[in-house]
């Protein structure tokens, strides 16, 4: 682990101390080591957040920063009760509506993950969502069992590298820090890291995913009024992911709810059941329900 990691990681602390990335940590119950640590660090703060408070523009250094970075302000913007309302919302925003990669790269994507089987895909979308690893595409599946709609997850090109070097710069702050800060030396900064790294490798295999899609549909083919998609195998590889598509509304977007004629009572009901039986009966549930 050179040079290079510990520059990502000084760069990546100048950029989110710039757009008030500090500002959203409660120093109370921080060590004094990273209380003045985080106080030097608001010294870069834009006047634009030291004025307003606001850090609208958090989403897009993140962003800027690299998927790792993005995968931590994704969990941030489920947690409202930590950062607040106001943040919480604009992280949300790295959940499905990150800047796709160029639509005129998907054809070439597809036929190295596919090979022959990438001309079974037609009529692709445009990008419908895009988070910090992968992106989905809508498109129409044309084979020997017939034709269907189908959603396309297609990794970001060069995803892996990225995640390596990020990986390596979160290294580098952990061992620092157990060097240099006693007081997070309890907390074992270094095995959170390995953590991540770890579940970081599997993420980036969309076939596991397929097999965790796989075992959820078997588990909840016969429970009223809950559909799981359909894996097509013969179109899913390490780096691309079809299944059967299926419509919904995002449970974060009300006004839609509400315009469909959705009971949210209902609804809130049928998720807690739904979720209580996953994970009582079948001990396999969804833990990404946004």
């Known amino acids: ?157 060069g995803i892996k590298r990225r995640f390596r070097a990020d990986i390596e710069s979160y290294y580098a702050g952990a061992r620092f820090a157990e060097r240099f800060a006693r007081e997070l030396r309890r907390l074992r900064p270094t095995d959170v890291v390995r953590t991540l790294d770890r579940s970081s490798r599997l993420e980036l295999d969309l076939r596991l995913e397929a097999a965790s899609i796989s075992e959820f549909k078997q588990n909840t083919d016969k429970d009223d009024g809950f559909i799981a998609p359909d894996v097509s195998w013969d179109h899913t590889a390490e780096t691309v992911l079809t299944t059967s598509w299926v419509e919904g509304i995002p449970i974060r977007d009300t006004a839609a709810l509400d315009a469909a004629g959705v009971d949210r009572k209902e609804l809130a009901r049928k998720l807690l059941q739904s979720f209580l039986r996953h994970a009582i009966r079948d001990g396999f549930f969804h833990a990404d329900m946004h």
Not at 9 to 17: E, N
Not at 95 to 121: H, I, N, S, W, Y
């Open 1 to 157: 682990m050179g040079l290079a990691a510990y520059f990502r990681l000084a760069r990546a602390g100048f950029v989110l101390a710039r757009e008030g990335g500090l500002s959203i940590v409660d120093n109370a119950a921080l060590p004094p080591s990273l209380r003045f640590g985080i106080s030097v660090g608001r010294l870069f703060e834009r006047s634009a957040v030291r004025r307003t408070g606001r850090v609208e523009r958090l989403t897009r250094a993140l962003n800027r920063l690299g998927p790792t970075y993005v995968k931590f302000g994704q969990t941030l913007g489920t947690r409202p009760d930590i950062v607040g309302v106001e943040v919480a919302a604009d992280l949300s925003a790295l959940q499905d509506k990150m800047e796709p990669f160029d639509a005129a790269l998907v054809p070439g994507l597809l036929t190295e993950a596919l090979a022959e089987r990438a001309a079974d895909l037609k009529e692709l979308s445009a990008p419908i969502a895009a988070a910090s690893i992968a992106q989905v595409h809508k498109a129409v599946l044309d084979d020997e069992t017939g034709r269907r709609t189908v959603a396309v997850k297609i990794l970001r090109p």
